[in-house]
């Protein structure tokens, strides 16, 4: 079992910014660098959608059209922690923000979400 516990969320002007983190645990022998990390997110009333992926090395990450070039995803296996960095922020990146564990036989892992909201 893995516990995935988000932080950072909150309330932002537009072009502010924010960083998320998520820090990950679990049972005795857990190794957070065979996790690949990513962050998703998800506005009142539509689905839940992917923000950034990042490998369970750090080596490969990929970015959704609609936040690339602003936002920046990076892990530190040695504090077992996933960071979202968001910049010049858009009322429309308004969700709450989700971090998912994936292991190497796919099964997935939740954190229970960090709210960031963006309005003046």
């Known amino acids: 079992q893995v516990q995935l516990v988000e932080s950072g969320g909150g309330l932002v002007q537009p072009g502010g910014s924010l960083s998320l983190s998520c820090a990950a645990s679990?049972?005795?022998?857990?190794?957070?660098?065979?996790?690949?990390m990513s962050w998703y997110r998800q506005a009142p009333g539509k689905a839940r959608e992917l923000v950034a992926g990042?490998?369970?090395?750090?080596?490969?990450?990929n970015y959704a059209a609609s936040v690339k070039g602003r936002f920046t995803i990076s892990r530190d296996n040695a504090k077992n922690t996933v960071y979202l960095q968001m910049n010049s922020l858009k009322p429309e990146d308004t969700a709450v923000y989700y971090c998912?564990?994936?292991?190497?036989?796919?099964?997935?892992?939740w954190g229970q979400g960090t709210q960031v909201t963006v309005s003046s």
């Open positions: 998912k564990a994936r292991d190497r036989d796919n099964y997935e892992y």
């Open positions: 990042i490998s369970s090395t750090g080596g490969s990450t």
């Open positions: 679990g049972a005795s022998g857990f190794i957070f660098s065979r996790y690949a």
